[in-house]
Protein backbone atom coordinates (compact mmCIF):
# COMPACT_ATOMS: atom_id res chain seq x y z
CA UNK A 1 0.00 0.00 0.00
CA UNK A 2 1.05 3.51 -1.09
CA UNK A 3 -0.06 7.11 -1.20
CA UNK A 4 -0.63 7.87 -4.78
CA UNK A 5 -2.00 10.97 -6.61
CA UNK A 6 -5.26 10.75 -8.75
CA UNK A 7 -6.79 14.04 -10.89
CA UNK A 8 -9.91 15.04 -10.62
CA UNK A 9 -11.28 17.50 -12.51
CA UNK A 10 -8.37 19.99 -14.23
CA UNK A 11 -5.61 20.03 -12.48
CA UNK A 12 -6.72 19.03 -9.18
CA UNK A 13 -4.83 16.46 -7.11
CA UNK A 14 -6.08 14.00 -4.63
CA UNK A 15 -4.01 11.83 -2.63
CA UNK A 16 -5.42 8.11 -2.33
CA UNK A 17 -3.91 5.05 -0.91
CA UNK A 18 -3.54 2.39 -3.31
CA UNK A 19 -1.77 -0.52 -4.64
CA UNK A 20 -0.95 -1.03 -8.54
CA UNK A 21 -2.64 -4.41 -9.94
CA UNK A 22 -2.15 -6.50 -12.80
CA UNK A 23 -4.40 -8.43 -14.22
CA UNK A 24 -2.51 -11.33 -15.77
CA UNK A 25 -1.19 -14.04 -13.17
CA UNK A 26 2.03 -14.60 -14.96
CA UNK A 27 2.99 -11.43 -14.32
CA UNK A 28 3.95 -9.43 -11.53
CA UNK A 29 4.66 -5.17 -10.69
CA UNK A 30 8.42 -4.30 -9.46
CA UNK A 31 8.59 -0.30 -7.46
CA UNK A 32 12.39 0.81 -9.65
CA UNK A 33 12.15 3.85 -8.10
CA UNK A 34 9.56 4.40 -4.84
CA UNK A 35 11.15 8.29 -3.77
CA UNK A 36 13.04 10.88 -4.72
CA UNK A 37 11.92 12.30 -7.82
CA UNK A 38 9.64 15.10 -8.28
CA UNK A 39 7.39 14.73 -10.81
CA UNK A 40 8.77 12.33 -13.26
CA UNK A 41 7.31 12.43 -16.09
CA UNK A 42 9.32 10.15 -18.66
CA UNK A 43 12.74 7.91 -18.74
CA UNK A 44 15.03 6.23 -21.14
CA UNK A 45 17.94 4.52 -21.24
CA UNK A 46 21.28 5.37 -22.30
CA UNK A 47 22.10 1.66 -23.49
CA UNK A 48 20.58 -1.09 -24.81
CA UNK A 49 22.85 -3.25 -22.69
CA UNK A 50 21.80 -1.96 -18.90
CA UNK A 51 18.52 -1.33 -17.98
CA UNK A 52 19.73 -0.12 -14.67
CA UNK A 53 21.27 3.30 -16.60
CA UNK A 54 18.77 6.12 -17.28
CA UNK A 55 17.73 9.64 -17.41
CA UNK A 56 14.74 10.85 -15.97
CA UNK A 57 13.12 13.94 -16.44
CA UNK A 58 11.35 15.68 -13.53
CA UNK A 59 8.47 18.08 -14.95
CA UNK A 60 8.14 20.54 -12.22
CA UNK A 61 10.28 21.08 -9.03
CA UNK A 62 11.21 23.95 -6.30
CA UNK A 63 8.81 25.96 -4.79
CA UNK A 64 9.80 29.81 -5.92
CA UNK A 65 8.76 30.95 -9.36
CA UNK A 66 10.04 30.61 -12.08
CA UNK A 67 10.05 26.84 -11.95
CA UNK A 68 12.81 24.16 -12.38
CA UNK A 69 12.61 21.38 -14.29
CA UNK A 70 15.24 18.76 -14.00
CA UNK A 71 17.40 15.78 -16.09
CA UNK A 72 18.73 13.23 -14.04
CA UNK A 73 20.36 9.92 -14.02
CA UNK A 74 19.75 6.69 -12.02
CA UNK A 75 22.37 3.89 -12.15
CA UNK A 76 21.51 1.24 -10.03
CA UNK A 77 18.94 2.60 -8.06
CA UNK A 78 20.80 5.55 -7.24
CA UNK A 79 19.37 9.40 -8.19
CA UNK A 80 22.01 11.50 -9.07
CA UNK A 81 21.90 15.48 -8.90
CA UNK A 82 20.57 17.00 -11.50
CA UNK A 83 22.56 16.68 -15.47
CA UNK A 84 20.43 20.11 -16.54
CA UNK A 85 18.28 22.60 -14.75
CA UNK A 86 15.78 24.46 -16.63
CA UNK A 87 13.37 27.38 -15.61
CA UNK A 88 10.18 26.38 -16.86
CA UNK A 89 6.62 27.33 -16.86
CA UNK A 90 3.80 26.28 -13.96
CA UNK A 91 0.59 27.54 -14.66
CA UNK A 92 -0.77 24.42 -14.50
CA UNK A 93 -0.11 20.27 -14.73
CA UNK A 94 0.55 20.54 -18.38
CA UNK A 95 3.34 23.20 -18.50
CA UNK A 96 6.50 22.03 -18.03
CA UNK A 97 10.00 19.71 -18.88
CA UNK A 98 7.78 17.58 -20.87
CA UNK A 99 9.66 15.28 -23.33
CA UNK A 100 13.44 13.62 -23.82
CA UNK A 101 14.65 11.29 -26.95
CA UNK A 102 18.26 10.43 -27.57
CA UNK A 103 19.75 10.65 -31.06
CA UNK A 104 19.61 7.11 -32.96
CA UNK A 105 23.63 7.47 -33.06
CA UNK A 106 23.99 8.20 -29.13
CA UNK A 107 26.65 6.50 -28.13
CA UNK A 108 28.52 7.87 -30.73
CA UNK A 109 27.59 11.99 -30.64
CA UNK A 110 25.60 11.93 -27.14
CA UNK A 111 22.99 13.93 -27.97
CA UNK A 112 19.79 14.36 -26.24
CA UNK A 113 16.60 15.65 -26.94
CA UNK A 114 14.16 17.90 -24.74
CA UNK A 115 11.31 19.44 -25.08
CA UNK A 116 9.91 22.52 -22.48
CA UNK A 117 7.78 24.86 -21.77
CA UNK A 118 9.71 28.33 -21.02
CA UNK A 119 8.55 30.98 -18.67
CA UNK A 120 8.08 34.78 -19.90
CA UNK A 121 10.20 36.53 -17.67
CA UNK A 122 7.43 39.40 -16.76
CA UNK A 123 4.96 36.13 -15.86
CA UNK A 124 7.17 33.16 -15.23
CA UNK A 125 4.15 30.63 -14.44
CA UNK A 126 3.01 31.82 -17.67
CA UNK A 127 4.60 29.80 -21.25
CA UNK A 128 6.20 32.36 -23.34
CA UNK A 129 6.96 29.35 -26.26
CA UNK A 130 7.85 26.09 -25.85
CA UNK A 131 10.86 24.61 -27.24
CA UNK A 132 12.93 21.53 -28.21
CA UNK A 133 16.58 21.96 -28.01
CA UNK A 134 19.54 19.41 -28.91
CA UNK A 135 22.04 19.01 -25.78
CA UNK A 136 25.02 16.57 -25.40
CA UNK A 137 25.94 14.42 -22.85
CA UNK A 138 29.54 15.01 -21.97
CA UNK A 139 28.98 11.78 -19.28
CA UNK A 140 28.83 14.27 -15.66
CA UNK A 141 26.29 16.96 -17.83
CA UNK A 142 24.13 18.09 -20.98
CA UNK A 143 25.64 20.86 -22.63
CA UNK A 144 26.11 22.75 -25.88
CA UNK A 145 22.26 23.50 -26.37
CA UNK A 146 21.12 24.03 -29.98
CA UNK A 147 17.72 25.11 -30.35
CA UNK A 148 16.18 22.70 -33.34
CA UNK A 149 12.18 23.55 -33.21
CA UNK A 150 10.43 26.71 -31.34
CA UNK A 151 6.82 27.55 -31.09
CA UNK A 152 6.22 31.13 -30.33
CA UNK A 153 3.08 31.10 -28.83
CA UNK A 154 2.95 32.71 -25.41
CA UNK A 155 0.60 30.45 -23.63
CA UNK A 156 -1.15 29.82 -19.86
CA UNK A 157 -3.27 27.62 -20.12
CA UNK A 158 -2.44 24.07 -21.67
CA UNK A 159 -2.12 21.89 -24.74
CA UNK A 160 1.80 21.83 -25.29
CA UNK A 161 2.18 17.67 -25.96
CA UNK A 162 5.33 16.92 -26.30
CA UNK A 163 6.60 13.56 -26.49
CA UNK A 164 9.47 12.71 -28.92
CA UNK A 165 10.39 9.79 -30.90
CA UNK A 166 13.05 8.88 -33.45
CA UNK A 167 11.52 6.62 -36.48
CA UNK A 168 12.79 3.95 -38.52
CA UNK A 169 13.36 6.80 -41.11
CA UNK A 170 15.71 8.69 -38.37
CA UNK A 171 13.55 11.60 -38.37
CA UNK A 172 12.65 13.68 -35.80
CA UNK A 173 9.10 13.40 -34.97
CA UNK A 174 7.43 15.44 -32.15
CA UNK A 175 3.70 16.01 -31.31
CA UNK A 176 2.41 19.45 -29.92
CA UNK A 177 -0.52 20.26 -28.96
CA UNK A 178 -3.02 23.71 -30.13
CA UNK A 179 -1.64 25.43 -27.38
CA UNK A 180 -4.96 26.30 -26.45
CA UNK A 181 -5.18 27.99 -29.81
CA UNK A 182 -8.35 26.33 -30.89
CA UNK A 183 -10.34 29.57 -32.22
CA UNK A 184 -7.13 30.58 -34.00
CA UNK A 185 -8.68 31.09 -37.90
CA UNK A 186 -5.75 28.37 -38.75
CA UNK A 187 -5.48 25.71 -40.70
CA UNK A 188 -3.79 23.29 -37.94
CA UNK A 189 -7.52 23.69 -36.21
CA UNK A 190 -9.20 23.31 -39.51
CA UNK A 191 -10.93 27.01 -39.33
CA UNK A 192 -9.31 28.01 -42.25
CA UNK A 193 -7.30 27.55 -45.10
CA UNK A 194 -4.53 30.33 -44.99
CA UNK A 195 -3.70 31.13 -41.49
CA UNK A 196 -0.98 29.43 -40.11
CA UNK A 197 -1.10 28.61 -35.99
CA UNK A 198 2.30 26.93 -35.92
CA UNK A 199 1.19 23.98 -33.52
CA UNK A 200 -2.00 21.22 -33.37
CA UNK A 201 -0.24 18.44 -34.87
CA UNK A 202 2.67 16.27 -35.26
CA UNK A 203 6.26 17.10 -36.66
CA UNK A 204 8.40 15.88 -38.69
CA UNK A 205 12.16 16.70 -38.43
CA UNK A 206 15.79 16.46 -39.52
CA UNK A 207 17.84 15.48 -36.22
CA UNK A 208 19.46 19.32 -37.03
CA UNK A 209 16.39 20.71 -37.35
CA UNK A 210 16.00 21.05 -40.65
CA UNK A 211 12.58 20.32 -42.73
CA UNK A 212 12.54 16.70 -44.88
CA UNK A 213 11.95 17.54 -48.51
CA UNK A 214 9.63 14.18 -48.75
CA UNK A 215 7.12 15.57 -45.56
CA UNK A 216 3.75 15.63 -46.88
CA UNK A 217 3.49 19.36 -47.19
CA UNK A 218 7.00 19.95 -48.64
CA UNK A 219 5.41 22.43 -51.23
CA UNK A 220 4.03 25.25 -48.54
CA UNK A 221 5.14 27.82 -48.64
CA UNK A 222 4.77 28.71 -44.63
CA UNK A 223 7.87 25.92 -43.02
CA UNK A 224 5.40 25.83 -40.28
CA UNK A 225 3.31 23.62 -42.29
CA UNK A 226 6.38 22.60 -44.31
CA UNK A 227 7.41 20.48 -41.50
CA UNK A 228 3.94 18.88 -40.64
CA UNK A 229 3.71 15.11 -40.54
CA UNK A 230 -0.29 15.48 -39.11
CA UNK A 231 -2.24 18.01 -38.55
CA UNK A 232 -6.21 18.61 -36.52
CA UNK A 233 -4.78 17.23 -33.99
CA UNK A 234 -5.70 18.84 -30.06
CA UNK A 235 -3.25 17.39 -27.54
CA UNK A 236 -1.72 14.64 -27.27
CA UNK A 237 0.64 12.30 -23.87
CA UNK A 238 1.24 9.31 -26.53
CA UNK A 239 3.75 8.70 -29.45
CA UNK A 240 4.78 5.20 -30.82
CA UNK A 241 6.14 3.71 -33.72
CA UNK A 242 4.85 0.24 -34.04
CA UNK A 243 8.05 -1.65 -34.74
CA UNK A 244 6.47 -4.62 -36.77
CA UNK A 245 4.99 -2.28 -39.40
CA UNK A 246 7.01 1.30 -38.83
CA UNK A 247 3.31 2.88 -38.82
CA UNK A 248 3.49 5.96 -36.06
CA UNK A 249 0.34 5.80 -33.50
CA UNK A 250 -0.49 8.43 -31.55
CA UNK A 251 -3.28 9.28 -28.69
CA UNK A 252 -5.34 12.30 -28.63
CA UNK A 253 -7.17 13.64 -25.81
CA UNK A 254 -10.73 15.00 -26.72
CA UNK A 255 -12.29 18.03 -24.93
CA UNK A 256 -15.69 16.34 -23.15
CA UNK A 257 -15.62 13.80 -25.53
CA UNK A 258 -14.07 11.28 -26.91
CA UNK A 259 -10.42 10.71 -26.40
CA UNK A 260 -8.53 8.19 -29.27
CA UNK A 261 -6.08 6.14 -30.33
CA UNK A 262 -4.93 6.66 -34.34
CA UNK A 263 -2.57 5.73 -36.75
CA UNK A 264 -0.99 8.59 -38.68
CA UNK A 265 0.22 7.75 -42.21
CA UNK A 266 1.67 11.20 -44.11
CA UNK A 267 -0.69 14.20 -44.25
CA UNK A 268 -3.27 12.99 -41.57
CA UNK A 269 -5.98 15.55 -40.44
CA UNK A 270 -7.16 13.89 -37.13
CA UNK A 271 -10.23 16.37 -37.61
CA UNK A 272 -10.26 19.16 -34.61
CA UNK A 273 -11.46 21.64 -34.01
CA UNK A 274 -14.49 20.01 -35.79
CA UNK A 275 -14.85 16.33 -35.47
CA UNK A 276 -13.55 14.38 -32.07
CA UNK A 277 -14.66 10.73 -31.92
CA UNK A 278 -15.60 8.70 -35.38
CA UNK A 279 -16.89 11.24 -37.79
CA UNK A 280 -20.34 8.99 -38.11
CA UNK A 281 -20.98 10.12 -34.24
CA UNK A 282 -21.19 13.81 -35.32
CA UNK A 283 -19.92 14.53 -32.11
CA UNK A 284 -21.19 18.20 -30.46
CA UNK A 285 -18.99 20.37 -27.69
CA UNK A 286 -18.58 23.77 -26.95
CA UNK A 287 -15.37 24.33 -28.71
CA UNK A 288 -16.94 22.92 -32.31
CA UNK A 289 -20.07 25.59 -31.24
CA UNK A 290 -21.95 22.46 -30.48
CA UNK A 291 -22.63 21.85 -34.36
CA UNK A 292 -21.78 18.23 -35.93
CA UNK A 293 -19.32 17.82 -39.03
CA UNK A 294 -18.49 16.15 -41.37
CA UNK A 295 -14.96 15.20 -42.93
CA UNK A 296 -15.61 17.18 -45.74
CA UNK A 297 -16.14 20.30 -43.64
CA UNK A 298 -12.31 20.36 -42.87
CA UNK A 299 -9.65 22.01 -44.12
CA UNK A 300 -7.57 19.90 -46.40
CA UNK A 301 -3.83 20.35 -47.53
CA UNK A 302 -3.02 18.94 -50.94
CA UNK A 303 -2.38 15.61 -50.15
CA UNK A 304 -4.01 15.19 -46.66
CA UNK A 305 -6.46 12.75 -45.83
CA UNK A 306 -9.02 12.30 -43.03
CA UNK A 307 -8.61 9.40 -40.64
CA UNK A 308 -11.04 8.28 -38.38
CA UNK A 309 -9.82 7.02 -34.56
CA UNK A 310 -9.27 3.25 -34.81
CA UNK A 311 -10.54 3.80 -31.14
CA UNK A 312 -12.21 6.27 -28.94
CA UNK A 313 -13.90 6.59 -25.31
CA UNK A 314 -16.76 8.39 -25.21
CA UNK A 315 -16.35 9.56 -21.83
CA UNK A 316 -12.69 10.91 -22.19
CA UNK A 317 -10.23 8.88 -20.23
CA UNK A 318 -7.27 11.33 -20.29
CA UNK A 319 -5.65 8.71 -22.11
CA UNK A 320 -1.76 9.58 -22.14
CA UNK A 321 1.60 6.93 -22.79
CA UNK A 322 1.05 3.61 -25.22
CA UNK A 323 3.74 1.01 -26.29
CA UNK A 324 4.10 -2.12 -27.60
CA UNK A 325 5.17 -5.36 -25.93
CA UNK A 326 7.84 -5.93 -28.58
CA UNK A 327 9.73 -8.42 -26.36
CA UNK A 328 10.27 -12.02 -25.97
CA UNK A 329 9.97 -11.81 -22.57
CA UNK A 330 5.99 -11.93 -22.98
CA UNK A 331 4.38 -14.97 -23.88
CA UNK A 332 2.98 -15.29 -27.27
CA UNK A 333 -0.77 -13.86 -26.83
CA UNK A 334 0.46 -10.47 -24.72
CA UNK A 335 3.80 -10.08 -27.43
CA UNK A 336 3.60 -6.81 -29.83
CA UNK A 337 0.14 -5.83 -28.66
CA UNK A 338 -0.78 -2.42 -27.30
CA UNK A 339 -0.85 -0.96 -23.91
CA UNK A 340 -2.22 2.46 -23.11
CA UNK A 341 -2.26 4.32 -19.92
CA UNK A 342 -4.21 6.97 -18.84
CA UNK A 343 -4.91 10.06 -16.13
CA UNK A 344 -8.20 10.09 -15.15
CA UNK A 345 -8.81 6.49 -13.66
CA UNK A 346 -5.62 5.09 -12.98
CA UNK A 347 -5.56 2.16 -15.05
CA UNK A 348 -3.80 0.16 -17.85
CA UNK A 349 -5.22 -1.07 -20.88
CA UNK A 350 -4.46 -4.44 -22.77
CA UNK A 351 -5.53 -4.14 -26.98
CA UNK A 352 -4.91 -7.10 -29.01
CA UNK A 353 -3.79 -5.97 -32.53
CA UNK A 354 -5.67 -7.66 -35.84
CA UNK A 355 -3.51 -9.50 -38.13
CA UNK A 356 -2.29 -6.65 -40.13
CA UNK A 357 -1.73 -4.67 -37.44
CA UNK A 358 -3.45 -1.40 -37.85
CA UNK A 359 -6.36 -2.20 -35.57
CA UNK A 360 -7.61 -3.74 -32.28
CA UNK A 361 -9.70 -7.16 -32.43
CA UNK A 362 -12.69 -7.32 -29.63
CA UNK A 363 -14.15 -10.28 -28.95
CA UNK A 364 -17.12 -8.71 -26.94
CA UNK A 365 -19.75 -7.47 -29.32
CA UNK A 366 -20.28 -4.05 -27.46
CA UNK A 367 -16.70 -2.83 -28.56
CA UNK A 368 -17.45 -3.86 -32.70
CA UNK A 369 -18.40 -0.23 -33.01
CA UNK A 370 -14.64 0.72 -31.76
CA UNK A 371 -16.13 3.36 -29.36
CA UNK A 372 -16.08 2.34 -25.28
CA UNK A 373 -19.36 4.38 -24.47
CA UNK A 374 -19.34 4.33 -20.99
CA UNK A 375 -17.54 2.36 -18.30
CA UNK A 376 -18.40 -1.10 -18.45
CA UNK A 377 -17.02 -0.92 -21.72
CA UNK A 378 -14.37 0.58 -20.91
CA UNK A 379 -13.44 -1.86 -18.67
CA UNK A 380 -13.24 -4.67 -20.98
CA UNK A 381 -9.63 -3.66 -21.67
CA UNK A 382 -8.86 -2.80 -18.50
CA UNK A 383 -5.61 -4.64 -17.40
CA UNK A 384 -4.58 -2.98 -13.98
CA UNK A 385 -5.43 -0.62 -11.37
CA UNK A 386 -4.06 1.96 -9.22
CA UNK A 387 -1.13 3.20 -11.61
CA UNK A 388 -2.15 6.93 -11.12
CA UNK A 389 -1.12 9.00 -14.26
CA UNK A 390 0.58 6.76 -16.66
CA UNK A 391 3.35 9.25 -18.36
CA UNK A 392 5.47 6.69 -19.84
CA UNK A 393 5.60 3.35 -21.08
CA UNK A 394 8.44 2.06 -22.70
CA UNK A 395 9.77 -1.91 -23.07
CA UNK A 396 13.41 -1.59 -21.07
CA UNK A 397 16.68 -3.23 -22.30
CA UNK A 398 15.88 -6.14 -19.92
CA UNK A 399 12.19 -6.65 -22.05
CA UNK A 400 10.37 -5.71 -19.30
CA UNK A 401 7.66 -3.33 -19.37
CA UNK A 402 8.61 0.11 -17.81
CA UNK A 403 5.64 2.10 -16.23
CA UNK A 404 6.13 6.11 -15.08
CA UNK A 405 3.34 7.04 -12.70
CA UNK A 406 4.08 10.45 -12.52
CA UNK A 407 1.90 12.26 -9.36
CA UNK A 408 3.14 9.30 -7.67
CA UNK A 409 6.72 10.06 -7.95
CA UNK A 410 7.43 6.24 -9.02
CA UNK A 411 8.75 4.34 -11.48
CA UNK A 412 7.38 0.60 -11.90
CA UNK A 413 8.14 -2.25 -14.36
CA UNK A 414 5.61 -5.03 -15.16
CA UNK A 415 7.57 -8.18 -15.98
CA UNK A 416 6.77 -12.25 -15.96
CA UNK A 417 6.67 -14.50 -12.33
CA UNK A 418 9.15 -16.51 -14.38
CA UNK A 419 11.16 -14.75 -16.85
CA UNK A 420 12.23 -16.51 -20.03
CA UNK A 421 15.86 -16.22 -21.28
CA UNK A 422 16.16 -14.00 -24.29
CA UNK A 423 18.66 -12.63 -26.87
CA UNK A 424 17.61 -8.71 -27.84
CA UNK A 425 19.82 -6.86 -30.52
CA UNK A 426 19.85 -4.55 -33.43
CA UNK A 427 21.23 -5.33 -36.94
CA UNK A 428 23.09 -2.93 -39.04
CA UNK A 429 23.42 -3.61 -42.58
CA UNK A 430 26.53 -1.58 -44.11
CA UNK A 431 25.51 0.15 -47.40
CA UNK A 432 22.12 -1.19 -47.62
CA UNK A 433 19.68 1.75 -48.45
CA UNK A 434 16.24 0.05 -47.89
CA UNK A 435 14.12 -1.18 -45.28
CA UNK A 436 14.98 -3.34 -42.92
CA UNK A 437 11.41 -4.13 -42.23
CA UNK A 438 10.86 -7.73 -43.04
CA UNK A 439 14.59 -9.05 -43.49
CA UNK A 440 15.23 -12.26 -42.65
CA UNK A 441 17.86 -13.46 -40.05
CA UNK A 442 18.88 -16.52 -38.81
CA UNK A 443 20.42 -17.04 -35.23
CA UNK A 444 22.47 -20.04 -34.74
CA UNK A 445 23.82 -21.25 -31.47
CA UNK A 446 25.72 -23.38 -30.13
CA UNK A 447 25.89 -24.62 -26.79
CA UNK A 448 29.27 -27.21 -26.16
CA UNK A 449 27.57 -30.13 -28.91
CA UNK A 450 23.92 -28.97 -28.87
CA UNK A 451 22.55 -26.18 -31.80
CA UNK A 452 19.62 -24.45 -31.47
CA UNK A 453 18.38 -22.09 -34.71
CA UNK A 454 16.44 -19.37 -33.90
CA UNK A 455 14.49 -17.85 -37.87
CA UNK A 456 13.25 -14.72 -37.27
CA UNK A 457 12.89 -11.16 -39.33
CA UNK A 458 13.73 -7.68 -38.47
CA UNK A 459 11.36 -5.25 -37.23
CA UNK A 460 11.38 -1.77 -38.71
CA UNK A 461 14.17 -0.47 -36.39
CA UNK A 462 16.39 -3.23 -37.34
CA UNK A 463 15.86 -4.68 -33.74
CA UNK A 464 14.38 -8.27 -32.83
CA UNK A 465 14.39 -10.35 -29.40
CA UNK A 466 14.05 -13.62 -29.27
CA UNK A 467 13.96 -16.56 -26.46
CA UNK A 468 16.65 -18.81 -26.08
CA UNK A 469 16.43 -22.96 -24.79
CA UNK A 470 17.96 -22.09 -21.57
CA UNK A 471 20.67 -20.13 -19.91
CA UNK A 472 24.65 -20.73 -20.09
CA UNK A 473 27.25 -19.24 -22.89
CA UNK A 474 26.95 -19.78 -26.42
CA UNK A 475 28.52 -19.33 -29.74
CA UNK A 476 26.22 -17.15 -32.47
CA UNK A 477 26.38 -17.40 -35.76
CA UNK A 478 23.96 -14.73 -37.52
CA UNK A 479 23.05 -14.27 -40.72
CA UNK A 480 20.40 -11.88 -42.21
CA UNK A 481 19.37 -10.68 -45.34
CA UNK A 482 22.04 -11.01 -48.30
CA UNK A 483 24.78 -10.69 -45.89
CA UNK A 484 27.23 -13.06 -45.13
CA UNK A 485 26.93 -14.06 -41.55
CA UNK A 486 29.05 -13.07 -38.71
CA UNK A 487 29.95 -14.71 -35.44
CA UNK A 488 29.92 -13.95 -32.16
CA UNK A 489 32.31 -15.82 -29.35
CA UNK A 490 31.22 -16.42 -25.39
CA UNK A 491 27.72 -14.67 -25.44
CA UNK A 492 26.77 -15.03 -21.52
CA UNK A 493 22.82 -15.39 -20.69
CA UNK A 494 22.20 -16.06 -16.93
CA UNK A 495 19.68 -17.70 -15.33
CA UNK A 496 16.06 -15.07 -16.36
CA UNK A 497 18.41 -12.90 -17.88
CA UNK A 498 19.38 -11.80 -21.47
CA UNK A 499 21.91 -10.79 -23.61
CA UNK A 500 22.22 -7.94 -25.96
CA UNK A 501 23.83 -8.01 -29.47
CA UNK A 502 24.80 -5.44 -31.52
CA UNK A 503 25.24 -6.90 -34.99
CA UNK A 504 27.03 -5.25 -37.92
CA UNK A 505 26.81 -6.98 -41.34
CA UNK A 506 28.93 -5.58 -44.09
CA UNK A 507 29.55 -8.06 -46.52
CA UNK A 508 26.69 -8.64 -48.71
CA UNK A 509 25.80 -10.31 -51.93
CA UNK A 510 24.95 -13.70 -51.17
CA UNK A 511 22.10 -14.12 -53.02
CA UNK A 512 20.87 -17.82 -52.98
CA UNK A 513 21.94 -17.92 -49.18
CA UNK A 514 24.06 -20.33 -49.25
CA UNK A 515 26.65 -17.93 -47.15
CA UNK A 516 29.06 -17.63 -50.19
CA UNK A 517 29.20 -15.09 -52.27
CA UNK A 518 30.10 -17.02 -56.10
CA UNK A 519 28.89 -17.99 -59.75
CA UNK A 520 25.22 -18.44 -58.83
CA UNK A 521 24.77 -14.60 -57.39
CA UNK A 522 26.68 -13.13 -59.83
CA UNK A 523 24.51 -14.88 -62.41
CA UNK A 524 21.22 -13.96 -60.46
CA UNK A 525 22.05 -10.00 -60.44
CA UNK A 526 22.63 -10.40 -64.10
CA UNK A 527 19.69 -12.08 -64.90
CA UNK A 528 17.57 -9.22 -62.78
CA UNK A 529 19.18 -6.31 -64.00
CA UNK A 530 17.83 -3.57 -64.40
CA UNK A 531 14.62 -4.64 -62.47
CA UNK A 532 13.04 -4.30 -59.02
CA UNK A 533 13.67 -7.29 -58.32
CA UNK A 534 13.75 -7.28 -54.13
CA UNK A 535 15.66 -10.41 -54.59
CA UNK A 536 18.83 -9.13 -56.50
CA UNK A 537 18.90 -5.57 -55.12
CA UNK A 538 21.52 -6.17 -52.99
CA UNK A 539 21.96 -2.49 -51.54
CA UNK A 540 18.38 -2.27 -51.37
CA UNK A 541 17.81 0.91 -53.11
CA UNK A 542 14.50 -0.43 -55.29
CA UNK A 543 16.79 -1.39 -59.04
CA UNK A 544 19.09 -4.01 -59.70
CA UNK A 545 21.96 -2.38 -61.41
CA UNK A 546 25.41 -1.70 -61.56
CA UNK A 547 25.40 -0.79 -57.72
CA UNK A 548 24.37 -4.16 -56.95
CA UNK A 549 26.99 -5.96 -59.29
CA UNK A 550 30.04 -4.06 -58.07
CA UNK A 551 29.00 -5.38 -54.45
CA UNK A 552 28.86 -9.45 -55.66
CA UNK A 553 32.59 -8.73 -58.06
CA UNK A 554 34.00 -7.16 -54.48
CA UNK A 555 32.80 -9.88 -52.21
CA UNK A 556 33.33 -12.24 -55.03
CA UNK A 557 34.93 -15.51 -53.40
CA UNK A 558 33.85 -14.87 -49.47
CA UNK A 559 32.13 -16.88 -47.29
CA UNK A 560 30.64 -16.20 -43.76
CA UNK A 561 31.81 -17.01 -40.26
CA UNK A 562 31.51 -20.31 -38.86
Known sequence: MRKQWQIVGLGILVAVSTAQTINDPRLTRETIISSGLSRPIMMTWLSPTNPNDFFVLEKVAGSSTPRIGRVRRVTNGVISEPLLTLEVSSANWEH???????????????????????????????????????????????????????????????????????????????????????????????????GVLGAGGIYRLNDDGSIPEDNPFASHHDPRIRALYAYGIRNSFGLEFGARTGWLWFTENGPNVYDEVNIAFPGMNSGWIKIMGPDARDATYGENGNRAYNASDLVMLPNAYYGDPLFSWRTPIGVAAMCFLRSARFDADLRDQCVIGESNNSQLYLFQMNDMRNGFVFTDSLLQDLVAD????????????????????????????????????????????????????????????????????????????????????????GRFSERVPSSGTYTVIAKAGSYLSVKREAVQINPQGFAYLKLVFDRAGDLNNDNLVDDADLLQVLFEFGSSSRAADVNGDGIVDDADLLIVLFNFGESGEE
Not at 135 to 160: K, M, Q
Not at 389 to 395: F, Y
Request: no cysteine; hydrophobic share 30%.
Open 374 to 461: DSNERNLNAWGTNWGVVSDLKIGPDGYLYVVSHTAYRIHRIRPVNPPEIVNGQVVLTGYQGQRLGIPLTLTLRQGNQTHTISTTLDAF
Open 96 to 194: GLLGIELHPDFEQNGYVYLYYTEPDPDAPTVSLRSRLVRYRFDGTALVEPTDIWTVPIRNERHHFGGVIRFGPDRKLYIVIGDHRQHNSNTIEVNRSAS
